[in-house]
C-alpha cells in the first residue's frame, strides 16, 4: 500500500504558483521522495526527486521538510497544461527491487 | 517520447482470449515495470523485473504473467480474460545503475485492452 497521504483535488489560478502538499510520516532514511503527474490518460511523467534538500529543476520545485515527514511540490507559474494528477511516492534509492506504489494522488485543476 | 514502446495501442477482445501486450524499454534501461489502470482508477502496481529476472511482485492475478527477454524487452500476457480487466496498461522502464534501478520511471503511452 501507498505509503504517502496527499489531499484528493486542489485547484490554482493560472499564472500564480501551485503548492501540492505530501505527507510521508513514516518515510525511512534511504528513502527518496519521488513526484509524477498523469495528464488525463497518458503515461505518468517523471517531476522531480529528492532526498533531504531542497530540489529544482526546469519543470518544479521540491521541499521537504527537515523532518523528511512531508514535503511540497511547487510548479511556480502554473498554466493550464498543468491540470493533471499528481503523485507522491517514496521509494529506496538504486533499488533492484521495488514495488513502486502509486496512491490515489492529487487533482490538480488550473483555473484560467 | 519517453522512448518506452508499447505494441498494440489498443485491443479489443472477447471474454475467455488470451492477449500478450509487449513493451520495448528505453536504450540501457534494465528494469520494467507494468502496471494497470482501469477507468477513473488509480495505477496498481503488477510485477517488476529486473535484467530478466522478476524482483517484485504486486497484486497480479494468477490469470496473469510476464517476462523479460534476454534483450530487454517485456511482454504480458493475460488470458481468461474477463470484462473487469479491461483497462489501460503501462510499462515503464528505469534508470539503470550497477546495483539497481534510479526509480525515475518512464512510462509508455500504454495498452487499452477492452474485452467484451
Known amino acids: 500500500d501507498a505509503k504517502t497521504t496527499q489531499p484528493p483535488s486542489m485547484d490554482c489560478a493560472e499564472g500564480r504558483a501551485a503548492n501540492l502538499p505530501c505527507n510521508h510520516s513514516?518515510?525511512?532514511?534511504?528513502?527518496?521522495v519521488y513526484w509524477y503527474r498523469q495528464i488525463h490518460s497518458q503515461g505518468p511523467q517523471y517531476i522531480i526527486h529528492?532526498?533531504?534538500n531542497n530540489e529544482t529543476n526546469e519543470m518544479a520545485s521540491l521541499i521537504i521538510t527537515e523532518d523528511r515527514k512531508s514535503s511540497t511540490l511547487i510548479l511556480p507559474h502554473a498554466t493550464l497544461r498543468d491540470t493533471a494528477v499528481y503523485y507522491c511516492i517514496v521509494r529506496n534509492y538504486y533499488s533492484s527491487a521495488s514495488k513502486i506504489i502509486f496512491g490515489s494522488g492529487t487533482r490538480l485543476s488550473i483555473r484560467p | 517520447d519517453s522512448g518506452v514502446t508499447q505494441t498494440p495501442k489498443h485491443l479489443i477482445t472477447a471474454t475467455g482470449q488470451r492477449v500478450t501486450l509487449r513493451c520495448s524499454p528505453r536504450?540501457?534501461?534494465?528494469?520494467v515495470y507494468w502496471y494497470q489502470q482501469s477507468l477513473d482508477q488509480g495505477l496498481q502496481f503488477l510485477i517488476q523485473y529486473y535484467n530478466g529476472e522478476e524482483r517484485a511482485k504486486g497484486n497480479i492475478l494468477e490469470r496473469f504473467s510476464a517476462q523479460q527477454f534476454p534483450d530487454l524487452h517485456s511482454e504480458l500476457n493475460l488470458s481468461s480474460l474477463e470484462l473487469g480487466d479491461s483497462a489501460l496498461y503501462f510499462c515503464a522502464s528505469s534508470v539503470a545503475t550497477g546495483t539497481g534501478d534510479t526509480g525515475e520511471l518512464f512510462f509508455g503511452e500504454g495498452s487499452r485492452l477492452t474485452v467484451l
Open positions: 536504450s540501457g534501461d534494465l528494469s
Open positions: 529528492g532526498l533531504k
Open positions: 513514516t518515510i525511512s532514511g534511504n528513502e527518496y
